[in-house]
Every structure is written in structure tokens, then in C-alpha cells.
């Protein structure tokens, strides 16, 4: 009679280990759901949704310069202007442009335009968002190893801390992009501005 008692105590004791293990591994998780539903709020409010009219800026300001611009030759400072708003115009494909595109090899969020970045960024958090949901079902069900769930969260974790960092590098790479946009398309505006009053004034003459 003992014997069988002891047996039954051991058994409950285990379901009960059990049972806590379990609301703690869910909890870990429901946490990480939680982290990740943030970094998607964040994404969306980092998100740049004039891409395409900046691209059309960049291009109006050029022919601007082009067709006003009479000098035979260009000034050292302004060509350099040129060209750099040329290269920061690259930047500036749209996320729809970037959908199909596959990510680089071992290229980082720096070299991609914003519209990639941001893709790369979404991809990541919709996978990990689908990856949790998934281990949760397993935890709750009892599905799998169970003896490899905590590896699994330490895994999910890890991802976790990595698309917090992902994320924090395209808010610095799309900032960068866009004060750097900011001041060299101030300066140009300026002048051509100034390009078209000299026109307009010489045409009155």
C-alpha cells in the first residue's frame, strides 16, 4: 500500500514539474511573440512610403540642372553634388519593386535599397512570427522532443535579439540615406533655382 502511495506521489510530483515547465516554456514564448509584434510596429512606423517620389525628385532636379546648365564645363564641387545624388537615387526602389528580389549574399542592410532593407526586415519578422506561433502548438500539445523545447526557445531568442538588431541597422541606414538625400537635394534645388532665374532674366532681354 505504501509502496503503491509513494508511486502515485511520484507520479503527481513529475505531472506537476511538468505542467510548470510547460507554463514557463509558453510564457517564454508568449514573450517573444510579444517582442516581435513590437518590432513590427516599429517597422511600420520606420517605413518610407514616398519612395517612388523621391526617385521622381531626384530625377526632375537632374533634368532641372541639364537643361539650364550652359557652362562647357562643371564645376568640381557640383559634379561631385551630381553624382552623389545619382548614387543616393539607387536607394530609392519601393518595397513592391523589392518583393521579388532575392536578399545578397552576405550583403548587409547598408548596401540595399530602402525598399530591400525594409522587405528583408518584414521577411524576417513574419517567419519568426510563424516559427513561434508553431512552437507554441508543439508546447501546448505535447508535439515533438519534448526534452529539446528549451533549446528551441534559446534558439527563437537568439533570432528575437537579431531582428531587434536587424531592425535597428535599417533605421540608421534609411536615417543615413535620408539626411544625406536632405542636404545634397537642398543644395542643388538651390541651384537650380538660381540656374533657371538667369535663364528666365536673359529671355526677357
Avoid at 500500500?1 to 509513494?6: D, E, N, R, V
Avoid at 508568449?30 to 517582442?35: A, E, I, R, T
Amino acid at each position: 500500500m505504501k509502496i503503491g502511495l509513494l508511486s502515485f506521489l511520484i507520479l503527481f510530483a513529475a505531472a506537476a514539474c511538468t505542467d510548470f515547465d510547460r507554463e514557463e516554456q509558453l510564457r517564454k514564448v508568449d514573450n517573444l511573440s510579444q517582442q516581435v509584434d513590437s518590432l513590427q510596429v516599429a517597422l511600420q512606423e520606420h517605413r518610407v512610403d514616398t519612395l517612388v517620389h523621391l526617385r521622381t525628385a531626384v530625377t526632375t532636379l537632374e533634368l532641372r540642372i541639364r537643361n539650364n546648365y550652359t557652362a562647357d564645363t562643371i564645376d568640381i564641387a557640383l559634379g561631385e553634388k551630381m553624382e552623389k545624388f545619382r548614387q543616393l537615387k539607387k536607394f530609392f526602389m519601393a518595397e513592391h519593386e523589392a518583393e521579388g528580389e532575392e536578399e545578397g549574399e552576405g550583403e548587409g542592410l547598408n548596401h540595399q535599397t530602402l525598399g530591400s532593407a525594409y522587405v528583408a526586415v518584414k521577411r524576417g519578422i513574419t517567419a519568426e512570427k510563424s516559427t513561434l506561433l508553431k512552437l507554441k502548438s508543439d508546447i501546448s500539445n505535447g508535439f515533438g522532443k519534448r526534452d529539446k523545447y528549451n533549446e528551441y526557445i534559446s534558439f527563437e531568442t537568439e533570432k528575437v535579439n537579431q531582428l531587434c538588431a536587424l531592425l535597428e541597422d535599417y533605421k540608421s541606414h534609411k536615417n543615413r540615406i535620408l539626411n544625406e538625400f536632405k542636404e545634397v537635394y537642398g543644395d542643388l534645388n538651390t541651384f537650380a533655382t538660381q540656374l533657371e532665374s538667369v535663364k528666365k532674366s536673359k529671355s526677357k532681354k
